[in-house]
């Protein structure tokens, strides 16, 4: 009953948050606080640019774990970019380099649109496929966004962002691995032991984010064996971004998959 009451309530908190942090930073060139708080679950400012800085500088460091440099790219997809808390760091830094950046969110590529108009921006659906053609790029990173998709749809878009990376190109993601499954209760982290997976839903959430939208949480394993069905797994990096682990994959002409014994 408790939290029948609480939820509704959080939701109405949240609006009027919003508006109180709108209010207090009118000329701020940043996203309004209710899609600052979609990416982060926060409406301080400072925080999100924060943040989007640290993700910026940690792909740089993932790939450079494998050699690679984001210099050394032409065609970069931010795939689940939000509001552009990412890319507004990225692309000052590298600008002859081609951004685009896609996500479901109608509102915030609507924002982005207005005020980041260096970048490539689409919405896309739900499931795939994208608005991009074969072979469109040579980077993609799809940062918290695996994070969060259920095991169906993970499934559908593993094999999409593959169809577009060109031969030898990297897709970056991150993952819930076992720093973040120490927070689950022991039936919740058994579940995701047996599983190799794990999706949990949260109600306080509901109307704010999508019911598909949640938190997912994979075992090094099963994370490693889906993205290499598609791809071969170059690197799995616990920890590389904080609570979120990072795997880097390069799109082979032939052989798809690599054993789990050579992933570094």
């Not at 996500?103 to 980041?116: P, S, Y």
């Not at 072979?135 to 966004?145: C, G, M, P, R, T």
């Not at 509901?206 to 170059?234: D, K």
Request: glycine share 6%.
């Amino acid at each position: 009953m408790l939290r029948t009451a609480y939820y509704p309530c959080f939701r109405v908190l949240l609006s009027l948050r919003c508006w109180y942090a709108d209010l207090r930073h009118p000329h701020l060139q940043i996203p309004p606080a209710l899609l600052r708080y979609r990416v982060g679950e926060s409406t301080d400012p400072g925080l999100f640019l924060a943040i989007g800085e640290h993700i910026s500088q940690d792909i740089q460091a993932a790939l450079l774990r494998v050699d690679r440099r984001i210099a050394d790219f032409h065609s970069i997809l931010d795939f689940g970019c939000g509001c552009g808390r990412t890319l507004r760091w990225l692309t000052p830094q590298f600008p002859d380099a081609r951004f685009s950046g896609a996500d479901v969110d109608a509102e915030a590529i609507a924002w982005c649109r207005a005020h980041l108009p260096a970048v490539d921006w689409r919405v896309n659906a739900a499931v795939p496929p994208l608005p991009f053609a074969g072979h469109a790029f040579d980077l993609i990173y799809a940062v918290s966004v695996f994070t969060h998709l259920p095991a169906n749809l993970q499934n559908l878009w593993l094999p999409e962002l593959a169809r577009i990376l060109r031969p030898g190109g990297i897709l970056l993601l991150t993952v819930h691995g076992e720093r973040a499954s120490r927070q689950l209760d022991s039936a919740a982290a058994e579940s995701l032991r047996r599983e190799g997976f794990l999706f949990q839903t949260s109600a306080k959430l509901r109307g704010i984010l999508p019911e598909w939208y949640h938190t997912a949480f994979h075992t090094r394993e099963y994370a490693v064996s889906q993205v290499g069905a598609h791809l071969r797994v170059l690197a799995y990096i616990a920890g590389g971004m904080g609570d979120q682990d990072v795997i880097i994959a390069e799109r082979n002409c032939t052989v798809a998959c690599a054993p789990p014994d050579m992933v570094k």
